[in-house]
């Protein structure tokens, strides 16, 4: 499906699940646009620096139809996934900063199959696997003069919290302090923080992705801080490093 993007816009919030939601309660934004039958939607972030491009078949952008293009901070295109009625479907590729592909493949309504392949920044292949109704059944992998690497324990794999999410919930029970003159001023809302998962695990450059109460900033730097390394991301059989986001809630309890 291709989008042509019409002249009239309407100006959309969304929580922390992508659910829309009102301006007081969003953590992003974004600029709806109806195309023909459908609709597409750019998602920005605090900057204003355009974050997503999502085609959908419907006005609430619930089920996601065709291309959805993710950008970095600085806007350079970082992924592009194909969607048909909310399944993956179709082409699914990552790509480095300079526009060159770092990893491509397909899905057939939500499961990775046939060949899929991993190039350097060089543009040299780095990794080939296959996949068989989502299973990864073989890989090799390659150093750039083309000659073979150890393998790794897979193709493709996003990076994730060491634990989980019981544990990431575990964490915020015991470290998160509600601010005090939070508290006093009947202060509320989520805060969205990025961070880099380096190619090792290791975690850098922090920064408030989305807020919206400044009494609530330092406590969610503080506790983002205090995670462990992460399961860094393998993606076209490479540790790659790349960038991540965590919400925390603040909610007075109701008495």
Wanted: glycine residues 8%.
């Amino acid at each position: 499906m291709t989008f042509c993007f019409a002249n009239d816009t309407a100006v959309v919030y969304f929580d922390h699940a992508h659910k829309m939601t009102s301006k007081k309660k969003a953590i992003t934004w974004g600029k709806e646009y109806k195309v023909g039958n459908a609709w597409a939607l750019n998602s920005y972030n605090t900057d204003g620096v355009v974050e997503s491009t999502t085609g959908y078949l419907d006005e609430d952008c619930t089920i996601k139809e065709g291309p959805k293009m993710l950008y970095n901070e600085k806007g350079k295109l970082l992924q592009l996934i194909t969607y048909t009625d909310n399944k993956l479907n179709g082409p699914f590729i990552y790509y480095y900063e300079s526009g060159e592909k770092q990893m491509e493949g397909n899905y057939s309504m939500d499961k990775k199959t046939g060949d899929w392949t991993g190039y350097f920044a060089s543009g040299k292949i780095a990794g080939k696997a296959h996949y068989e109704d989502d299973n990864q059944v073989s890989a090799s992998f390659l150093n750039e003069d083309g000659t073979a690497r150890a393998p790794l324990d897979s193709f493709y794999r996003p990076a994730s919290y060491t634990g989980g999410d019981n544990a990431w919930i575990l964490l915020l029970r015991k470290n998160l302090r509600y601010p005090q003159e939070a508290q006093d001023n009947e202060v509320q809302g989520r805060v969205t923080i990025r961070f880099t998962v380096k190619a090792d695990g290791r975690l850098d450059n922090f920064a408030i992705d989305w807020s919206m109460q400044p009494y609530l900033e330092q406590e969610s730097l503080r506790v983002v801080k205090m995670m462990p390394d992460w399961i860094p991301a393998i993606i076209g059989g490479q540790h790659i490093e790349i960038q991540m986001k965590k919400t925390i809630t603040f909610r007075l309890e109701t008495r």
